[in-house]
């Protein structure tokens, strides 16, 4: 028979079958990571085997079968009573002698090696479990802070009795596997004192969407179970791989969690005999702890890395638990698992696009998962007990979930819930069983009322909305294995940074047009003159807004620049290393003025459209303050965190001389042109743009054609003006000769041009118009890109078939 025991020392990945997966992940790294600076608490486990003698030695495995074959596995009425009767088996038996004695040998080891102080987590692992296509997230029982022998003796006993949980049957039942083929290992780990500290969960691909080029950290202060079961609202980070250990800044974005409750230890005496679950106790969260990052950037990165190699080692995506040591400063990794959800739909061919065709009340709103919306009945449960009241298909809403839910998260359409974040356990277990979920509402349970039909919507980004009544919408499912990739570049137009990572699957080239002004209104939302001369501004409710928004952040100008670098930053990590060309901003001054602050810094123009915009604004004096921020940012962003794929377009640009300021100012704040690589290109947006098309090919590396502004300028007509209409048309003469014009002009230069807009997808003669003239790429809206993408495609054959035939396009 093997050993009862086995130390981390002598376990790896191998051993999966005797210590099962959390322990063989824990013994693999402490051996084959630990030497390269990776650190692992070091621990034992207890095997299979052990577990096996507890059975026999006590004529338990008839017992167990016996109450396990009378569960309804259909309707699972009478599982609270199976799992009742399976651990009361279980707890009332006795750990035999000899596997007393090996659990005491190796706590005995640990004491001698770290300190008769110590206090250890005691882990349970079953055999079947952390496999590539199950997560068991959270099925099974973690004691934290056991001290002294008695007190892990009985830990040990309730971590057997954890495999028959109610959770952990309904779990086997669903995923099939077999009761009594299913062993289980006890971890006893030396604790790491994070309740001094702080603790969290990382991912190493986004969880949501699956895109692989970054780590995903979240954290609260304390121990790590209010992470685990989604107790706190967690702060978070996003760090982008290719460029960790290479730029000075790889993190992509950071969000501030409220993280309400800290988890530490309760500290009972070693000696004295307690329930496992009493050592710990959860604790309000200062609120200035509160308003504070968990982790230091440095910090942020150095776990990074340490995921990344984690996942190189086991050459998949992992899901991750870290803690830091309060005392120490030290950091560990205290569990390691395959990701189960996202790393099991690679390589999908379908796209599926949802889209809301109407506006509703919002009764809700938090983190968004599953870019979907479904609808159904809300009902509001207090506890796992209530397993009744929620029928298949109806919208589940509580205050927040823990494994005892699991039976319950499979019934719902969706999961509504006022604490958890990204990577806690609702999420894990929501993205597992296909599941919309609505997390850290903070509300929910007061705004949604018990037996009201809601629409549930996460498909527009990282937010998702739970809105009252059903309303409508679109599912559109494209299968992108059949689809036909043109020679002419598509590409896409993205303003919401929330939706990079998902359309970057698309079958595209990158990103032809970044708006700046969305990012603004949204992420930043502060007129930026108003942050770079606060002391200036009159209005008393715009200065409290913006002290409000900019508190955590040293200066009003940093909060600016970070916000804008961070969005940006993340679109274009989610196309690197392909081409992501952002617009500097292109608001008109009664847009900027709507900004907070905004009114004070801007003039009142009769015509907005023609007035003060683009290129004529960022040398102004009553905007270049606001131009030097913008500047910052896209600095910031290619050179600090090293996202070189980003270009730099300039909007708006009536002159060559206005071309020359604009580029000149540009080089004073540190954009260069040609310096580390970065091209800047204009808008031809101006019949001037066109007309003068070789002398501006001569200061820019590139055009976007703006068809909206071009036609409007060419015509006269306002774009905006549903009395013009039938004049203001893409297919006008004047305003295609111009495009042919630009792209002859830009041909004979060597200077690369696209177009972006609606009309390549809605009309496939345009689209043919452009790719007959040689354009080199167009961008198209997400929801048009597929049409667009099929027009150019259509449009190459057409071309090959008269170049054939010898019709050629002047």
């Known amino acids: 028979m093997e050993p009862f025991i086995k130390y981390f020392k002598d376990i790896s990945y191998k051993d999966l079958g005797k210590v099962g997966g959390k322990n063989a992940s824990l013994g693999e790294m402490y051996n084959q990571l630990v030497p390269e600076g990776i650190k692992v608490p070091d621990g034992y486990a207890t095997t299979a085997d052990a577990y096996w003698f507890f059975l026999e030695q006590n004529n338990l495995k008839q017992q167990l079968q016996e109450v396990l074959n009378s569960l309804d596995t259909a309707q699972f009425g009478n599982l609270a009573e199976v799992g009742s009767k399976a651990r009361e088996l279980i707890l009332g038996a006795t750990l035999p002698q000899p596997l007393q004695e090996e659990i005491t040998k190796g706590y005995s080891y640990l004491t001698a090696t770290y300190g008769d102080g110590i206090s250890v987590a005691v882990r349970s692992s079953a055999t079947a479990e952390d496999l590539p296509t199950a997560s068991f997230a959270g099925q099974l029982e973690t004691y934290l802070n056991v001290r002294g022998l008695p007190n892990l003796l009985k830990a040990c006993h309730h971590s057997y009795a954890s495999l028959f949980t109610d959770r952990a049957i309904k779990y086997r039942v669903d995923n099939g596997f077999e009761h009594m083929q299913v062993a289980l290992s006890v971890g006893v780990q030396v604790m790491v004192r994070s309740d001094k500290a702080s603790s969290g969960v990382m991912f190493t691909l986004d969880p949501d969407t699956g895109f692989e080029n970054v780590v995903v950290i979240s954290g609260s202060w304390g121990l790590g179970e209010n992470v685990v079961q989604g107790a706190v609202n967690t702060d978070e980070f996003v760090v982008f791989k290719p460029m960790l250990g290479k730029a000075e800044q790889p993190i992509l974005s950071r969000r501030l969690g409220s993280k309400a409750k800290t988890m530490v230890y309760a500290d009972p005496g070693a000696n004295e005999l307690q329930l496992p679950t009493d050592a710990i106790i959860n604790l309000d969260t200062p609120p200035d702890r509160q308003e504070q990052f968990v982790l230091k950037d440095e910090e942020v990165a150095q776990l990074a890395k340490w995921g990344k190699r984690i996942e190189e080692h086991y050459n998949q995506p992992m899901d991750i638990e870290w803690a830091q040591d309060g005392v120490t400063g030290e950091f560990f990794i205290v569990q390691a698992r395959p990701e189960t959800v996202q790393s099991q739909h690679k390589n999908q061919a379908f796209f599926t696009d949802y889209t809301l065709k109407e506006k509703g009340n919002v009764l809700c709103s938090g983190i968004g998962l599953s870019n979907k919306i479904v609808s159904g009945v809300a009902r509001i449960l207090q506890s796992p007990k209530e397993i009744d009241k929620l029928q298949e298909g109806e919208v589940l809403v509580t205050r927040k979930t823990d494994p005892d839910w699991d039976p319950i998260l499979r019934k719902a359409i969706a999961i509504i819930t006022e604490q958890g974040g990204r990577t806690s356990h609702a999420a894990i277990v929501a993205r597992e069983v296909g599941a919309v979920a609505v997390l850290g509402t903070q509300n929910a349970t007061q705004t949604i009322q018990d037996g009201q039909l809601v629409t549930v919507s996460t498909a527009g980004g990282e937010t998702g909305y739970v809105y009252e009544g059903k309303l409508k919408w679109t599912e559109k499912q494209t299968d992108m294995s059949k689809l036909e990739r043109p020679q002419t570049k598509a590409m896409l137009i993205l303003g919401d940074p929330e939706q990079a990572f998902k359309y970057s699957f698309l079958p595209n080239d990158g990103v032809g047009l970044m708006r700046m002004e969305f990012i603004i209104n949204n992420a930043i939302q502060i007129h930026p003159m108003a942050l770079k001369h606060f002391d200036k501004v009159k209005d008393q409710e715009a200065r409290e807004k913006i002290e409000q928004l900019t508190h955590h952040y040293p200066d009003k100008e940093t909060y600016f620049v970070d916000r804008l670098a961070e969005a940006t930053a993340v679109v274009a990590a989610a196309f690197y290393p392909k081409d992501v060309i952002v617009r500097m901003s292109d608001f008109k001054s009664n847009e900027y003025a709507n900004l907070v602050g905004g009114k004070q810094f801007e003039p009142d123009e009769s015509n907005p459209m023609i007035g003060l915009r683009g290129a004529s604004r960022y040398y102004h004096p009553m905007y270049q303050d606001g131009f030097e921020l913008e500047c910052r940012a896209m600095k910031k962003v290619r050179e600090a965190m090293g996202l070189t794929n980003v270009k730099l377009m300039i909007p ?159």
């Open 652 to 810: 708006f640009c009536r002159t060559i001389e206005e071309g020359n300021k604009v580029i000149d100012l540009m080089a004073q704040n540190g954009l260069r042109r040609g310096e580390h690589g970065l091209e800047l290109y204009v808008m031809v947006e101006i019949p001037s743009n066109a007309l003068l098309a070789e002398e501006f090919a001569e200061i820019f590396d590139g055009f976007s054609i703006g068809s909206n502004d071009l036609t409007q300028l060419t015509l006269g007509a306002d774009r905006d003006s549903g009395l013009l209409s039938d004049i203001f048309s893409p297919f006008d003469p004047a305003v295609q000769q111009l495009i042919v014009m630009t792209l002859q002009k830009a041909k004979s230069t060597g200077t690369k041009v696209g177009l972006c807009g609606q009309a390549p997808s809605d009309y496939p003669s345009y689209a043919a118009f452009l790719v007959n003239h040689g354009i080199d790429s167009i961008s198209f809206n997400p929801d048009a890109f597929f049409r667009g993408m099929e027009n150019m495609a259509q449009a190459e054959k057409q071309l090959g078939r008269d170049q054939a035939a010898g019709v050629f396009y002047a």
